[in-house]
């Protein structure tokens, strides 16, 4: 593991130079204000590595722990085929690469290349991190192992904890990482969500999640709890019992199923819940499911989940359902297992807000509302913690 402080005019500055030498999967440990030898106010940012690569390491201990802004670069010499950063002229490219004269003295020739090499690398073994997952164990940051651990243990992947405690620390540099962890997943629990007559809500998800289940469980909070007349309608021809399965909710509940070509005849009063066939591989029944979602214009199209789904799964089942544009999400089967990574899975994929928790289908009839303390207790176990 590699620790390691860096300075700059701003955070944003003093992080940049971080990514450029230790890449994307840095994670931002901490950020205070300091002040350099000439007396002006500057940024550290501590940041961390937990498994550097080989020329990674041999960056990371050879070139000085200097700042763009925070330090004054020399005049390059006319012929120096390497740019210069100027103190006024930052850059906000992240593919331009620069060196300062006196970091380049450090090698025999400008090592134009190796940056290139190091960004190359770094996303080749974030490829191999988001397959193989995380060892817990390698950081000697205590808390951060920690974290990492325990995460880990919730099955989420490196690549997605990397990311989100990147994106938290530019927004709230002064927390920890459990506390960023934290303020992700009190940031992605969604208001109530309330529906007045003539409303149409589509589920969309994995074979097997619980789509119908949903459905069913929401009919009956919008039938005894909202007097709202529901109807339901179903797109899934795939299913074997699927029809048989939406005539029995509306059965209980004294609705009915309508033709999926009737939901714009109906009533202002009535609520149209439609349910879907899980998410095609198949380029054209998915183009079939994108138009038909099209065609029904849904004021909410909710992706469901299981929280039993491998991450690395789940993460494909979400790039497939970009396309339906869905607006929130929901886990089901949360009873059959205590590890709720993929809600941060969800979340950082789809940036969209996690609205129910859902049992299996042979547990209590309630949809439930996240709630943050459940949710910190199963994935970083947070009364087992110190936060």
């Known amino acids: 593991m590699i620790v390691k402080t860096y300075t700059g005019h701003t955070a944003t500055a003093a992080m940049n130079q971080a990514r450029l030498e230790l890449g994307d999967e840095a994670i931002v440990l901490a950020t205070r204000p300091a002040t350099d030898s000439s ?3 500057v940024t550290e940012v501590t940041v961390c590595l937990p498994q550097p690569s080989a020329a990674q390491t041999s960056v990371a201990l050879h070139r000085d722990d200097v700042s763009d802004h925070a330090t004054p670069t020399k005049t390059a010499p006319a012929d120096a085929s390497v740019p210069v950063l100027s103190p006024t002229e930052p850059t906000e490219s992240e593919e331009e690469v620069v060196f300062a004269p006196d970091e380049t003295e450090l090698y025999s020739e400008a090592p134009t290349w190796l940056p ?13 991190k988001a397959l193989q997952g995380f060892q817990p164990g390698e950081s000697t940051d205590p808390e951060v192992a920690h974290l990492m651990s325990l995460l ?14 990147n994106d938290t620390a530019e927004i709230a540099p002064h927390l920890s ?10 940031n992605l629990i969604s208001p109530v969500l309330t529906f007045d007559g003539g409303e149409r809500i589509m589920v969309i998800g994995p074979s097997g999640a619980g ?3 949903v459905l069913g469980k929401l009919a009956a909070q919008l ?14 021809q795939n299913k074997v019992g699927a029809v048989d399965e939406i005539h029995a ?13 009737l939901c714009h005849a109906l009533t202002p009063r009535d609520v149209v819940l439609i349910d879907t066939p899980g998410l095609p591989s198949d380029s054209n029944d998915l183009m079939r499911l994108i138009r038909q979602r099209k065609a029904l214009k849904p004021t909410a199209v909710v992706f469901v989940f299981p929280a039993t789904m491998r991450a690395l799964d789940l993460m494909d089942q979400l ?6 544009a869905p607006t929130h999400v929901a886990m089901t089967m949360t009873d059959l297992t205590p590890r709720w990574g993929n809600i941060l899975v969800a979340a950082e994929a789809e940036r969209r807000p996690l609205v129910w928790l859902s049992e299996g289908p042979t547990s209590r009839g309630k949809l439930y509302r996240p709630d943050l303390t459940t949710l910190m207790a199963h994935m970083v176990r947070e009364d087992e913690s110190d936060a």
Do not use: C, W
């Open 152 to 165: 880990a243990d919730a099955d989420l992947p490196m690549s997605v904890v990397s990311s989100l405690l």
């Open 319 to 324: 790039d497939r359902a970009q396309a339906l």
């Open 116 to 128: 290139h090499y190091t960004k190359l690398n770094n996303k080749v073994e974030s490829i191999l």
């Open 249 to 261: 909710y509306a059965d209980l509940l004294g609705g009915e199923v309508i033709d999926v070509e």
């Open 223 to 236: 039938v005894v709890g909202d007097s709202l007349p529901t109807r339901f309608a179903s797109l899934d």
């Open 211 to 213: 789509k119908t289940t």
């Open 177 to 186: 990482p459990h506390e960023r962890i934290r303020t992700t997943v009190q």
């Open 39 to 41: 007396g002006q106010t």
